[in-house]
């Protein structure tokens, strides 16, 4: 027999109605409480034989009707399938010679009448529940996430200390220094240079220059302007 991977929803029944509990070996126990532990991730789809279906037309039917309809109602999206022949299942061919019952069973939105109490509706608890590890995500998440985020960031910017002024040695001549970064307090931090300002045009000063002693055992510090 041929094995094959298929859509469960492409699947169809072979009967009209089935009955709430399974037969041996899992006698008594229910297909509704069978969604709910697979819903609940207690047992997988793999933990159950592959159905067996029969091809007819271009269809597959399946004979494990009480085993697709929790398939189905689980929400399962492929299935392994054992592909028999159609003549070992007199009691299918049946069925399907009844054109009657063949044009209902044909629709992909039939449910077969389940015999018995038995839930026909589930909370999707695998699809509506957020994966574990990252955090379920909204709109309103979101919106809150991002006002906090600016307030600490006010916060910040509150609590941090003034900036300190400094005095400039004033240039003879109509010249004015515009403001500049402060001085490093290592020659390894970057400078940027200010600008002198002259009635006819602007001068750039580059960087100042660290020699390496004077005297004190100290870098010194100087500075040459070119006019």
Not at 173 to 178: A, E, F, I, P, Y
């Amino acid at each position: 027999m041929a094995t094959a991977e298929v859509n469960v929803q492409e699947l169809l029944f072979t009967q009209d109605s089935i009955s709430c509990h399974f037969r041996k070996p899992r006698e008594g126990q229910r297909i509704d409480d069978t969604v709910e532990s697979i819903l609940q991730g207690v047992i997988k789809v793999t933990d159950f034989p592959a159905l067996n279906v029969v091809k007819h037309e271009g269809r597959l039917w399946s004979l494990d009707n009480r085993r697709l309809w929790i398939f189905k109602k689980a929400r399962i999206s492929t299935v392994t399938v054992k592909i028999v022949p159609y003549h070992w299942h007199p009691r299918f061919a049946e069925s399907i010679n009844n054109l009657e019952l063949k044009a209902v069973l044909e629709k992909n939105s039939f449910w077969p009448r389940v015999r018995g109490r038995c839930r026909k509706t589930f909370k999707n608890r695998a699809r509506d529940q957020p994966r574990q590890g990252i955090p379920h995500s909204s709109a309103a998440t979101d919106q809150s996430l991002i006002e906090q985020l600016i307030a600490r960031t006010a916060h910040s910017s509150s609590t941090l200390p003034p900036r300190p002024s400094f005095t400039r040695p004033v240039v003879e001549g109509r010249v004015k220094v515009l403001p500049y970064s402060p001085i490093p307090s290592s020659p390894s931090q970057s400078l940027s240079a200010p600008l002198i300002c002259r009635s006819d045009h602007v001068v750039n000063i580059p960087p100042p220059s660290y020699s390496e002693g004077n005297g004190n055992g100290r870098k010194g510090l100087t500075r040459e302007l070119h006019f």
